[in-house]
């Protein structure tokens, strides 16, 4: 139900946007949350978009580079990430909760199968 797309391989300091398409239900009330997971490492939160207010939310080392945001009549959340360092590098989940906390992504429900970003030095 929820499809991200969009990664790649790009060079540090360039900018990419992730899209994240919903179907077969509305997710515009709901928490909207980009993690992401580095080879490694355990999945971490990037950013979080909430209800019908779209309050933002990011981790620090997002904040200042990252945007999320949302199209309600698309269904569709985005993550546009500008000056793109190489510990950017990991697969990038979308993911969407009716309650819980936006950074713990245990209390998602929703996850999308993840695209891939590569950063380069």
């Known amino acids: 139900q929820l499809q991200a797309s969009g990664g790649g391989l790009v060079q540090a300091g360039d900018s990419l946007r992730l899209s994240c398409a919903a179907s077969g239900r509305t997710f515009s009330r709901s928490i909207m949350g980009w993690f992401r997971q580095a080879p490694g490492k355990e999945r971490e939160f990037v950013a979080a978009?909430?209800?019908?207010?779209?309050?933002?939310f990011y981790a620090d080392s997002a904040r200042g580079r990252f945007t999320i945001s949302r199209d309600t009549a698309k269904n569709t959340m985005y993550l546009q990430m500008n000056s793109l360092k190489p510990e950017d590098t990991a697969v990038y989940y979308c993911a969407a909760a009716f309650s819980g906390s936006y950074s713990y992504d245990h209390d998602y429900d929703y996850w999308g199968q993840g695209t891939l970003v590569t950063v380069s030095s």
């Open positions: 978009i909430v209800g019908l207010g779209g309050s933002t």
